[in-house]
């Protein structure tokens, strides 16, 4: 049989699921030397628009230090990106955008996954093209979701617009875990047949506890690269294990391209990190129904949990969720993926929050309903919302509102004449005090390695600026570090 091969999502969706982004450089780079081992198809490594401000805003790092040194050690592995130059939660001029792509270009990440919330492949004809002259290959996201309108006839329509754009590859994405093996091998034909010679990949989530299964039905019905992420940051919200799925594959008979034991350490590794650090790990789901009610994905659950929480509201998640189900429908059930489903559960919170539906309406879902956010919102929604949303006087403050588009050489000048191409990215995607932010920070501390903990233990304590010395000591042996005044380090025992 074909060689099954994998897409490694563990520091892009595994963290971004379970750890809300929170991996820091220095977590990350010692699973480096094990994961470009590993023989991995590709490594979804960077989610430019919205990693660059987490980074910036609430890590305090450089994210350019996570580019630069991780591409350094992943030599044999090809990097990718997720999104585009128009991807994010906000409006993000295209001439920044642009840049942003040729900048990771640069450092050697030459592919990326791109995504129509409303599989309109038509809206991502331009950019695929764009993206190709810039040197950034692209892999299109055809999204499953469940409503009426997301029939089999649907999906087999928009597949065939997906591989009309004649893209590297076509991603079948199941973002909020909603698949099931039944479902698989009734539709999965149908798509691979819709797709002709564009190769297919295959991306689930784990929602419903039905992920790792879901990966074996893909490859029984053709696909060959599969996305995987490595435990701790596997399984719950985020993607299958690899663990489990090169095992489960070799136990029907299935070939994997994969070095899965050079890959142990980094399972070690993570689980260190996340004891250390108080961060979740991820579990095997249990079968929840609930999840086709409001299909809100399981990273948003729990956001959406901490803000109520913040307003003395928690005991109303589920209240919550449940009306994310009914401003879904009012929506013209839109796919519950960025930024469409923040819309959604934002809108479905206010509602639960003033008692009354839709008497308070987000800007965002205003310039939905105008169509800003896919042309294809106006002809779903339900007319009745759809005039109410509109009749309001900020409605109409909106209707004449255009996000601006500045030139590169405009955005210089706001930012500064004299700023290089990631100092004036950083700036754009991280706030106007983020250089300062940046500057701040020395060279990532790399968290300790298992095999050599004292060794490790003994750099990390260099590294604490704050302190002029540092004494250890255990039964029959002490070590004293000392900082002179001209910055070295006196060793005494």
């Known amino acids: 049989m074909d060689a099954i091969r994998f897409v490694d999502t563990t520091l892009r969706d595994g963290q971004m699921s379970l750890w809300a982004l929170g991996m820091r450089t220095g977590m990350m780079l010692p699973a480096?030397?094990?994961?470009?081992?590993?023989?991995?198809?590709?490594?979804?490594?960077?989610?430019?628009?919205?990693?660059?401000r987490k980074m910036i805003r609430e890590l305090r790092e450089d994210p350019w230090q996570w580019l630069r040194l991780g591409s350094e050690r992943l030599h044999k592995t090809p990097m990718r990106m997720t999104g585009g130059y128009r991807t994010g939660l906000t409006k993000i001029p295209v001439a920044a955008g642009k840049l942003l792509i040729k900048t990771v270009v640069g450092h050697g990440v030459t592919m990326t996954r791109i995504s129509s919330p409303w599989n309109d492949f038509e809206e991502l004809r331009q950019e695929v093209e764009d993206l190709r002259d810039m040197g950034m290959d692209s892999v299109v996201?055809?999204?499953?979701?469940?409503?009426p309108r997301h029939t089999d006839a649907y999906y087999v329509e928009r597949a065939r617009g997906a591989a009309a754009l004649a893209p590297h590859r076509i991603c079948f994405k199941d973002v909020g875990g909603?698949?099931?093996?039944?479902?698989?091998?009734?539709?999965?034909?149908?798509?691979?047949?819709?797709?002709?010679?564009?190769?297919?990949?295959?991306?689930?989530?784990?929602?419903?506890?039905?992920?790792p299964v879901n990966v074996?039905?893909?490859?029984?019905?053709?696909?060959?690269?599969?996305?995987?992420?490595?435990?701790?940051?596997?399984?719950?919200?985020?993607?299958?294990?690899?663990?489990?799925?090169v095992r489960n594959l070799r136990a029907l008979?299935?070939?994997?391209?994969?070095?899965?034991?050079?890959?142990r350490p980094v399972e070690e590794h993570f689980n260190n990190i996340a004891r250390r650090?108080?961060?979740?790990?991820?579990?095997?789901?249990?079968?929840?129904?609930?999840?086709?009610?409001?299909?809100?994905?399981?990273?948003?659950?729990?956001?959406?949990q901490h803000q109520l929480k913040g307003l003395g509201m928690a005991h109303r998640l589920q209240e919550t969720l449940e009306e994310s189900a009914r401003v879904?429908?009012?929506?013209?059930?839109?796919?519950?993926?960025?930024?469409?489903?923040?819309?959604?559960?934002?809108?479905?919170?206010?509602?639960?929050?003033?008692?009354?539906?839709?008497?308070?309406?987000?800007?965002?879902?205003?310039?939905?309903?105008?169509?800003?956010?896919?042309?294809?919102?106006?002809?779903?929604?339900?007319?009745?919302?759809?005039?109410?949303?509109?009749?309001?006087?900020?409605?109409?403050?909106?209707?004449?509102?255009?996000?601006?588009?500045?030139?590169?050489?405009?955005?210089?000048?706001?930012?500064?004449?004299?700023?290089?191409?990631?100092?004036?990215?950083?700036?754009?995607y991280g706030g106007e005090d983020a250089l300062e932010i940046a500057s701040a920070q020395g060279e990532p501390v790399e968290y300790g390695s298992q095999d050599r903990p004292f060794i490790e233990l003994l750099r990390q304590l260099a590294h604490c600026d704050k302190r002029t010395s540092i004494s250890l000591s255990n039964a029959g042996f002490s070590l004293t570090l000392k900082r002179n005044s001209g910055g070295g380090t006196a060793v005494s025992g």
Request: with cysteine; aromatic share 6%; glycine share 8%.
């Open 178 to 211: 909603l698949l099931t093996p039944e479902r698989m091998r009734e539709l999965l034909p149908k798509i691979i047949g819709a797709t002709g010679n564009v190769p297919l990949e295959f991306h689930g989530h784990c929602n419903n506890g039905l992920g």
């Open 32 to 52: 480096l030397r094990h994961m470009n081992q590993a023989g991995f198809e590709g490594m979804e490594f960077f989610v430019p628009s919205v990693q660059i």
């Open 253 to 263: 008979g299935y070939h994997c391209q994969i070095d899965d034991q050079v890959l």
């Open 328 to 428: 879904r429908a009012d929506l013209g059930y839109p796919i519950m993926v960025t930024p469409l489903s923040q819309f959604v559960g934002s809108q479905a919170a206010i509602n639960v929050m003033t008692g009354e539906r839709y008497r308070q309406v987000t800007d965002e879902v205003i310039h939905y309903a105008l169509g800003r956010w896919g042309r294809e919102a106006v002809t779903v929604m339900d007319p009745e919302v759809r005039a109410a949303i509109l009749n309001r006087p900020r409605a109409t403050e909106l209707m004449d509102w255009n996000a601006p588009e500045p030139s590169l050489a405009e955005l210089r000048h706001k930012y500064g004449e004299n700023l290089s191409d990631e100092q004036l990215l950083l700036c754009i």
């Open 216 to 245: 074996l039905e893909a490859v029984k019905a053709g696909i060959r690269i599969v996305h995987c992420a490595l435990p701790p940051l596997a399984n719950g919200s985020s993607n299958p294990s690899l663990f489990t799925a």
């Open 277 to 304: 650090e108080n961060l979740p790990l991820g579990v095997p789901a249990e079968y929840d129904q609930s999840v086709y009610m409001h299909q809100v994905p399981g990273g948003m659950v729990s956001n959406l």
């Open 141 to 147: 996201n055809l999204t499953y979701a469940v409503s």
